[in-house]
């Protein structure tokens, strides 16, 4: 199989696509036919990563592929499956490659309607993004509550968040370093953008004035802590990242005066009824949202290594699809 395999030498990292034997052992043999970059393949090729825990490793978080063997028998050959989580493109052989052998517990069946293209789309970011929108609708934020904000709005979650927001009728205010990218995010359905640093006011109080009904954040640090100083009463924030930093600093006073509540979104270990869910919840929308409209671009293995390079210096708007 061909596959782009990260290795490390005297602290410098290097991506190269290689021809590896098929890969053999426990867990369903998938043929590739996408994956998808995210930040997570970024940290990855950091030298000295911590989120890698192997070397040599082919990289890749998620992919989306044809079923060729199960030897446990829970999947039928030929079926289509989206394999994410768990210690894919970590500990684990990844899908930056033509060829998988995937951990039963990280695959999903593609729901019907759903085309492997549009699963790759979305891939981890986009199912973050449905899984925050989902943790703010049972937490009671409803369209008429008020303003949502996103951060980091040009990335993968971001993006998503903002076209899944939109569709479902919410008022979306994204929250961005970009100043080329307006149009684009207000293509996606956001009402109102704003930089990066204004998303609360009064630095020198305890709390912020009440703006947010509800905020999908990937940014983490500083700006996680601006967003619970600035939740409306009630409001609620759906955490998934550290883009900016992973040290929360924050008082209690949001939680015990505004009653606001701070969710938590994982992609990794998520059980199956909820992959399941959130992958029928964007199959439902795949029918009337063009996901194509929130694509980069799409990569071959060869183009990855300098896709990653422009994710990693933030210069990539939406998603970069992979097709092996
Ligand atoms: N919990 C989970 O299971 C899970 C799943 C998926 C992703 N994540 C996490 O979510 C985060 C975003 O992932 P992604 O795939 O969307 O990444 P991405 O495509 O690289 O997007 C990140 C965005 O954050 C903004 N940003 C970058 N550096 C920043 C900084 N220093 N301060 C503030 N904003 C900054 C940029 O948007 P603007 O230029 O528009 O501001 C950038 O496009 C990552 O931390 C990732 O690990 C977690």
Redesign the pocket.
């Known amino acids: 199989m061909r596959a782009v395999q990260i290795t490390e030498s005297d602290g410098v990292a290097s991506l190269t696509v290689v021809t590896l034997p098929s890969p053999q052992g426990d867990g369903v043999l998938i043929d590739v036919a996408y994956s998808s970059l995210?930040?997570?393949d970024?940290?990855c090729v950091r030298p000295g990563s911590r989120v890698r825990r192997r070397t040599p490793l082919v990289g890749g978080v998620d992919a989306v592929g044809i079923v060729r063997v199960d030897p446990t028998g829970r999947f039928t050959p030929g079926m289509l499956v989206i394999a994410s989580?768990g210690d894919i493109g970590t500990a684990r052989d990844g899908g930056f490659a033509t060829e998988l052998l995937a951990d039963p517990v990280t695959l999903t069946i593609a729901p019907d309607g759903l085309t492997a293209r549009q699963a790759a789309i979305c891939g981890?970011?986009g199912?973050?993004a449905m899984a925050s929108l989902l943790a703010l609708q049972q937490h009671g934020c409803r369209p008429d509550d008020g303003d949502i904000l996103v951060?980091?709005?040009?990335?993968?979650?971001?993006s998503f968040a903002i076209a899944l927001l939109a569709h479902a009728g919410y008022r979306v205010v994204?929250?961005?370093?970009?100043t080329e990218?307006h149009d684009w995010l207000h293509e996606l359905g956001a009402h109102e953008i704003i930089g990066?640093d204004d998303i609360s006011d009064n630095p020198d109080r305890v709390l912020a004035t009440e703006r947010w009904a509800g905020a999908i954040d990937?940014?983490?640090?500083q700006?996680l802590h601006q967003i619970l100083r600035s939740l409306r009463y009630g409001g609620v924030v759906a955490a998934?990242?550290?883009?900016?930093g992973a040290d929360l600093s924050t008082t209690v006073y949001p939680f015990i005066t505004r009653a606001v509540s701070l969710v938590?979104?994982?992609?990794?270990l998520?059980p199956a009824a909820q992959r399941q869910a959130v992958w029928e919840l964007l199959r439902d929308v795949s029918r009337t949202l063009d996901f194509e409209q929130l694509t980069h671009h799409t990569v071959s293995l060869d183009g990855v290594a300098a896709a990653l390079d422009e994710?990693a210096r933030?210069t990539?708007?939406g998603?970069v699809v992979v097709q092996p």
Request: charged content about 15%; proline content about 0%; some cysteine.
């Open positions: 995210n930040f997570k970024a940290m989580g981890t970011a199912w973050t951060t980091g709005a040009t990335g993968g979650v971001g994204a929250s961005t370093g970009s990218d990066r990937c940014v983490g640090g700006t998934s990242g550290l883009v900016a938590g979104i994982d992609a990794v998520a994710l933030g990539v708007r998603r």
